[in-house]
């Protein structure tokens, strides 16, 4: 249930069909997040450098701070994406199934990625969990997530679009993510151990007894 995207970037807000400059450099920049997430994996996060990213993905080091910023930038970016990939399951599920189980089912989506294993997942949350600047990024970005998937959730819960801001919906959205994210931590602490959709279902469970 729980993995990290690195094929592009895009703006959680933008639901055109991409053109074909903005398809070339979310290429360039999947390229680049590939090389870097290489990297990362076999030598670290702290221990890689800027320039060893843009050696490894063939550009130049000035060329590679016109895609991203910092190392950060790589590995976070991209989750924006994974949200999007759940909010489009969330809205394809029955209109009828009750929010808990909708977004429960739509979390599903983040294990469809086609380079998704268990080994290489581990090995990304064991960075992410374990450095300080990628755990503070990772949790503001899922705060994009509660954004994407709060509207459905409304609608679950009878809500319609005018009414005022629904503090159920919020609620249900920041739990199911919250426990997301507890149950990743607890099985990376694990060391992989464990069925991680088994540990997320506890974990909500525990917040809904």
Not at 117 to 131: A, D, H, N, V
Not at 175 to 187: K, M, N, S
């Amino acid at each position: 249930m729980h993995r990290i995207s690195y094929t592009g970037v895009v703006d959680a807000h933008d639901t055109r069909e991409p053109g074909l400059r903005e398809r070339t450099r979310r290429a360039v920049r999947a390229e680049i997040g590939g090389a870097a997430m290489r990297l990362f994996l076999e030598q670290g996060f702290e221990a890689t450098t800027m320039e060893q990213i843009a050696h490894e993905a063939g550009i130049s080091r000035r060329s590679l701070f016109r895609y991203f910023g910092t190392k950060e930038d790589i590995v976070l970016g991209n989750l924006v994406e994974s949200g999007l990939a759940v909010r489009d399951a969330l809205e394809a599920r029955p209109a009828s199934e009750p929010p808990w189980e909708a977004l429960r089912a739509a979390l599903e989506a983040l294990t469809l990625d086609p380079e998704y294993s268990p080994e290489r997942t581990l090995k990304i949350s064991k960075m992410l969990y374990g450095t300080p600047s990628l755990r503070a990024g990772h949790l503001e970005k899922r705060l994009r997530w509660q954004e994407l998937l709060v509207p459905n959730i409304r609608m679950r819960l009878g809500a319609e679009a005018g009414d005022a801001p629904d503090p159920r919906a919020q609620a249900i959205v920041a739990c199911a993510l919250t426990c997301l994210d507890v149950a990743g931590e607890i099985w990376t602490r694990r060391n992989g151990e464990g069925d991680l959709g088994q540990l997320f279902d506890e974990a909500v469970a525990a917040v809904r007894g």
